[in-house]
């Protein structure tokens, strides 16, 4: 069976999404396994040696049209997608759902974009050969919004992305660090109101932000403590994840949670929400809190002063989740298929 890989994420901003996706794809070349990579024309900044370019559309008309045309016309083929959207018209491909935050009963989406999800993953959900999905927790949330089979989902593991970090002096003394913050789910706001307490301790707050059209608006306040950073490059966001005092992280719902595992890769503390899928995929590691109580919030300030993340537990998360690993299991899982 010839495989095809849905390859609009290179025209994508790279997030957690096209990073596994980008992941996945590179581990799956370095085992010598034959795949094309099919892309919207663009400038492709990754793979461009291997990246077959269709069509004169990109984006949702590409995606919708151009790419399930070509694959109609090729035999024995499959389709891999692996960021979340897929062709509506195609049942021979595999599918990968990251999440289902926007089918929550919250305004974090423009109403396009979330009614447009709600209409096409259900959809692409019943009629592919298989779904990905990346923790036990969206497993869990896919076979209760859709009511899929359980055996027709497979969890593919994250991966961590290469952890090089910039050498220098961006931020001046000691500060907490919170990214993803153009996205309403990530919660900033609940903890720019506890700002005052950050600077009871002598730190600052660094939140870096990255807004998508997809997002609703988010206006966050200026404050003396506060360093607003915008479209970080990764070398960068990694230098600030290591020097941190800890990465908050107060989102309201996740499919994973790769900016902790960078977190706590690097050494540094967590400061998490009490989600069931952080503790699935972290244990004990982040200090958890509730980030609606300024109580719970300031005893996970002072647990942070006195933890360690064990070099013993940064290997083993590395080991758990690596993306050479997760092409395996896609591999086990295409076999099935043949």
Same mark, same amino acid.
């Given at each position: 069976?010839?495989?095809?890989? !849905?390859?609009?994420?290179?025209?994508?901003?790279?997030?957690?999404?096209?990073?596994?996706?980008?992941?996945?794809?590179?581990?799956?070349?370095?085992?010598?396994?034959?795949?094309?990579?099919? +892309?919207?024309? @663009?400038?492709?900044?990754?793979?461009?040696?291997?990246?077959? &370019?269709?069509?004169?559309?990109?984006?949702?008309?590409?995606?919708?049209?151009? #790419?399930?045309?070509?694959?109609?016309?090729?035999?024995?083929?499959?389709?891999?997608?692996?960021?979340?959207?897929?062709?509506?018209?195609?049942?021979?491909?595999?599918?990968?759902?990251?999440?289902?935050?926007?089918? =929550?009963?919250?305004?974090?989406?423009?109403?396009?974009?979330?009614?447009?999800?709600?209409?096409?993953?259900?959809?692409?959900?019943?009629?592919?050969?298989?779904?990905?999905? &990346?923790?036990?927790?969206?497993?869990?949330?896919?076979?209760?919004?859709?009511?899929?089979?359980?055996?027709?989902?497979?969890?593919?593991?994250?991966?961590?992305?290469?952890?090089?970090?910039?050498?220098? %002096?961006?931020?001046?003394?000691?500060?907490?660090?919170?990214?993803?913050?153009?996205?309403?789910?990530? !919660?900033?706001?609940?903890?720019?109101?506890?700002?005052?307490?950050?600077?009871?301790?002598?730190?600052?707050? &660094?939140?870096?932000?990255?807004?998508?059209?997809?997002?609703?608006?988010?206006?966050?306040?200026?404050?003396? +403590?506060?360093?607003?950073?915008?479209?970080?490059?990764?070398?960068?966001?990694?230098?600030?994840?290591?020097? +941190?005092?800890?990465?908050?992280?107060? @989102?309201?719902?996740?499919?994973?949670?790769?900016?902790?595992?960078?977190? #706590?890769?690097?050494?540094?503390?967590?400061?998490?929400?009490?989600?069931?899928?952080?503790?699935?995929?972290?244990?004990? #590691?982040? &200090?958890?809190? =509730?980030?609606?109580?300024?109580?719970?919030?300031?005893?996970?300030?002072?647990?942070?002063?006195?933890?360690?993340?064990?070099?013993?537990?940064?290997?083993?998360?590395? %080991?758990?989740?690596?993306?050479?690993?997760?092409?395996?299991?896609?591999?086990?899982?295409?076999?099935?298929?043949?």
């Amino acid at each position: 069976m010839k495989l095809v890989i !849905n390859g609009r994420f290179l025209t994508q901003p790279a997030s957690g999404v096209q990073n596994f996706a980008a992941g996945i794809v590179t581990a799956l070349e370095k085992k010598g396994i034959a795949f094309e990579l099919i +892309a919207p024309p @663009s400038q492709h900044t990754h793979f461009h040696n291997n990246v077959k &370019v269709l069509g004169p559309k990109n984006g949702f008309l590409w995606e919708q049209f151009f #790419l399930p045309r070509y694959i109609k016309k090729q035999k024995n083929t499959l389709l891999l997608n692996l960021c979340n959207a897929a062709p509506l018209s195609l049942n021979n491909q595999i599918i990968t759902i990251h999440d289902l935050a926007f089918e =929550q009963k919250k305004n974090w989406f423009k109403p396009a974009f979330k009614k447009w999800y709600q209409f096409m993953i259900p959809r692409i959900c019943r009629n592919s050969k298989m779904i990905f999905t &990346v923790s036990g927790f969206s497993k869990k949330e896919i076979i209760r919004h859709y009511h899929i089979p359980e055996n027709k989902i497979s969890i593919i593991p994250n991966g961590l992305p290469e952890l090089k970090t910039a050498n220098g %002096n961006m931020i001046r003394g000691n500060y907490f660090l919170m990214t993803g913050c153009g996205n309403p789910r990530k !919660n900033a706001a609940a903890i720019i109101r506890y700002i005052n307490l950050i600077e009871q301790k002598g730190c600052k707050l &660094v939140i870096l932000k990255s807004q998508k059209d997809v997002f609703a608006n988010v206006e966050l306040p200026k404050h003396r +403590a506060i360093t607003y950073l915008n479209d970080v490059k990764n070398i960068d966001y990694l230098f600030l994840l290591k020097n +941190a005092k800890a990465l908050i992280y107060p @989102s309201l719902y996740e499919g994973f949670g790769i900016p902790i595992l960078e977190s #706590l890769c690097l050494g540094t503390p967590v400061i998490a929400s009490d989600l069931e899928v952080f503790r699935e995929s972290f244990g004990d #590691l982040p &200090v958890y809190f =509730q980030p609606e109580n300024a109580g719970s919030f300031e005893k996970a300030m002072e647990m942070i002063e006195k933890k360690e993340i064990p070099e013993a537990a940064r290997e083993q998360l590395k %080991n758990n989740f690596n993306f050479d690993h997760a092409a395996s299991q896609v591999l086990k899982h295409l076999e099935t298929l043949q």
